[in-house]
């Protein structure tokens, strides 16, 4: 039975969310929000769940067909997703979206490799295609940065290209990277503990150099020239960022994880600049984990010295970002028990009590879109700290309270949030499919 306080907090909630059902109008209320913002930063409360890809690809569509939005900015790695990217434009020999989503092969493969992703770069494609000459095409880009041994491939392959003397500086100064055999978190070990000498030196004068040749690299006209040039320096900034964040690893997780969403931001701002060089209106669409996305100055984040994305965003552009989450209070989830762990379709236990996500399964109502902008007695009741649940790409429902939850203010941290009650995990295209058996420690510093 639910006590005065929460039977008043749910009738509110009641009167103010608009339900969900399918029809084209469901997000209306939403787009009328967006308006004319550049940024719109859509979340997902968990790695592995088909509801959030679906209606945040339906959203992004009307973005792209109402708001003319000229770009989705994914968490994951720039060089694989700079394939797809490829695909949706039509320059590559990429036959199909999942000849495109190839790249996605290291762990964990199903958060891009999976049908809702496959069904989205299709539709982009045939977007793109059916353009008239004056339409923008619409690319796809990734802001991550564990791609360090594809990237420097990538830097040394376009400098073979248009300038060999510097490609041999390039393979000299990376050389220190290659001691390693490609293991990045044996180079984050033996140069955080002094084992070895760090290659901060040299990864910052290759990104400064190719910088400073960008006149002579781009001379030649045309907007492929420039995305050739732009692919190879964010490839170069990603090397640089991605060896200090394995330096520091191993000494300072919330230093880590800064360095990587401050990489993020970086790099979302720089692709911004980038289009509007080549004439094309800078309006993205970025999709990665709620904990990235919502304002981590609402939440226990700020407390342990951490920024995300979503703060970042939020301080450089103001009302022109809006950030969307998601939640759900029970299902299923494509996740892992520990990461390179095999994947599995899991049980997503019920949400723990006066957290939001029971308050909002309490309202009966199975998906609901709430705007978290403005007072209403619904507004002022979520301001009110609660726990709010995160699944990454692991999920460990036997330690379910330590290991998924934290407390937020969820007004503070997002715009609006999406509910669906119920979800189902994602279907991945590599169908290396178990059942939940257990429940081994987490084994990497982060899995969001």
């Given at each position: 039975?639910?006590?005065?306080?929460?039977?008043?907090?749910?009738?509110?909630?009641?009167?103010?969310?608009?339900?969900?059902?399918?029809a084209?109008?469901?997000?209306?209320?939403?787009i009328?929000?967006?308006?004319?913002?550049?940024?719109?930063?859509?979340?997902?409360a968990?790695?592995?769940?088909?509801?959030?890809?679906?209606?945040r690809?339906?959203?992004?569509?009307?973005?792209?067909?109402?708001?003319?939005?000229?770009?989705?900015?994914?968490?994951?790695?720039w060089?694989?997703?700079?394939?797809?990217?490829?695909?949706?434009?039509?320059?590559?020999?990429?036959?199909?979206?999942?000849d495109?989503?190839?790249?996605?092969?290291?762990?964990?493969?199903?958060?891009?490799?999976?049908?809702d992703?496959?069904?989205?770069?299709?539709?982009?494609?045939?977007?793109?295609?059916?353009?008239?000459?004056t339409?923008?095409?619409?690319?796809?880009?990734?802001l991550?940065l564990?791609?360090?041994?594809a990237?420097?491939?990538?830097?040394?392959?376009?400098?073979?290209?248009?300038?060999?003397e510097?490609?041999?500086?390039?393979?000299?100064?990376?050389?220190?990277?290659e001691?390693?055999?490609?293991?990045?978190?044996?180079?984050?070990?033996?140069?955080?503990?002094?084992?070895s000498?760090?290659?901060?030196?040299?990864?910052?004068?290759?990104?400064?150099?190719?910088?400073?040749?960008?006149?002579?690299?781009?001379?030649?006209?045309?907007?492929?020239?420039?995305?050739?040039?732009?692919?190879?320096?964010?490839?170069?900034?990603?090397?640089?960022?991605?060896?200090a964040?394995?330096?520091?690893?191993?000494?300072?997780?919330?230093?880590?994880?800064?360095?990587?969403?401050?990489?993020?931001a970086?790099?979302?701002?720089?692709?911004?600049?980038?289009?509007?060089?080549?004439?094309?209106?800078a309006k993205?669409?970025v999709?990665?984990?709620?904990?990235?996305?919502g304002?981590?100055?609402?939440?226990?984040?700020?407390?342990?010295?951490e920024?995300?994305?979503?703060?970042?965003v939020?301080?450089r552009?103001?009302?022109?970002?809006?950030?969307?989450?998601?939640?759900?209070?029970?299902?299923?989830?494509?996740?892992?028990?520990?990461w390179?762990?095999?994947?599995?379709?899991?049980?997503v236990?019920p949400?723990?009590?006066?957290?939001?996500?029971?308050?909002?399964?309490?309202?009966?109502?199975?998906?609901?879109?709430?705007?978290?902008?403005?007072?209403?007695?619904?507004i002022?009741?979520?301001?009110?700290?609660?726990?709010?649940?995160?699944?990454?790409v692991?999920?460990?429902?036997?330690?379910?309270?330590?290991?998924?939850?934290?407390?937020?203010?969820?007004?503070?941290?997002?715009?609006?949030?999406?509910?669906?009650?119920?979800?189902?995990?994602?279907?991945?295209l590599?169908?290396?499919?178990?059942?939940?058996?257990?429940?081994?420690?987490?084994?990497?510093?982060?899995?969001?």
């Open positions: 039975m639910l006590d005065a306080t929460k039977t008043n907090v749910v009738e509110a909630l009641r009167k103010s969310v608009h339900q969900l059902t399918g084209a109008t469901d997000y209306n209320s939403l009328d929000l967006i308006g004319n913002a550049r940024l719109v930063l859509i979340g997902e968990s790695h592995g769940t088909h509801e959030f890809y679906e209606q690809a339906e959203i992004t569509k009307r973005l792209i067909q109402e708001k003319g939005f000229t770009g989705v900015a994914v968490e994951a790695d060089p694989d997703a700079y394939r797809v990217n490829h695909y949706v434009q039509g320059v590559n020999e990429d036959l199909t979206p999942v495109a989503l190839s790249g996605f092969q290291h762990f964990p493969s199903w958060m891009w490799r999976n049908l992703v496959v069904k989205f770069v299709n539709w982009l494609r045939d977007y793109n295609d059916n353009l008239n000459e339409g923008v095409k619409v690319g796809f880009y990734g991550d564990y791609s360090m041994y990237s420097i491939a990538a830097v040394l392959d376009y400098l073979e290209q248009v300038d060999p510097a490609a041999n500086r390039a393979r000299s100064r990376y050389a220190c990277l001691h390693f055999g490609e293991d990045t978190h044996t180079y984050g070990y033996a140069t955080s503990f002094g084992i000498e760090s290659c901060e030196e040299e990864v910052i004068k290759q990104l400064r150099e190719l910088q400073n040749r960008v006149s002579e690299y781009t001379q030649k006209q045309g907007r492929l020239t420039a995305d050739e040039f732009f692919y190879a320096e964010q490839n170069a900034r990603i090397v640089k960022n991605a060896e964040y394995y330096r520091a690893m191993f000494t300072e997780r919330v230093s880590s994880w800064n360095i990587r969403d401050r990489h993020m970086e790099t979302l701002e720089q692709l911004m600049l980038h289009l509007e060089q080549q004439g094309i209106p993205i669409v999709w990665e984990h709620n904990s990235h996305l304002d981590a100055r609402a939440t226990d984040m700020a407390q342990q010295g920024v995300n994305l979503g703060q970042l939020r301080e552009y103001g009302n022109d970002a809006v950030l969307i989450g998601f939640s759900t209070y029970t299902g299923t989830v494509t996740a892992a028990s520990n390179d762990g095999m994947t599995q379709l899991k049980q236990r949400a723990l009590p006066k957290s939001y996500e029971e308050l909002f399964h309490q309202t009966g109502i199975p998906q609901f879109l709430l705007v978290l902008r403005g007072e209403n007695a619904a002022t009741s979520l301001r009110k700290s609660r726990l709010e649940r995160a699944i990454g692991i999920y460990r429902p036997e330690t379910e309270r330590s290991s998924h939850y934290f407390y937020a203010c969820l007004p503070e941290q997002f715009d609006a949030v999406i509910h669906i009650d119920d979800t189902k995990g994602v279907q991945p590599d169908r290396t499919f178990d059942v939940d058996v257990g429940e081994p420690p987490e084994t990497f510093p982060s899995a969001l």
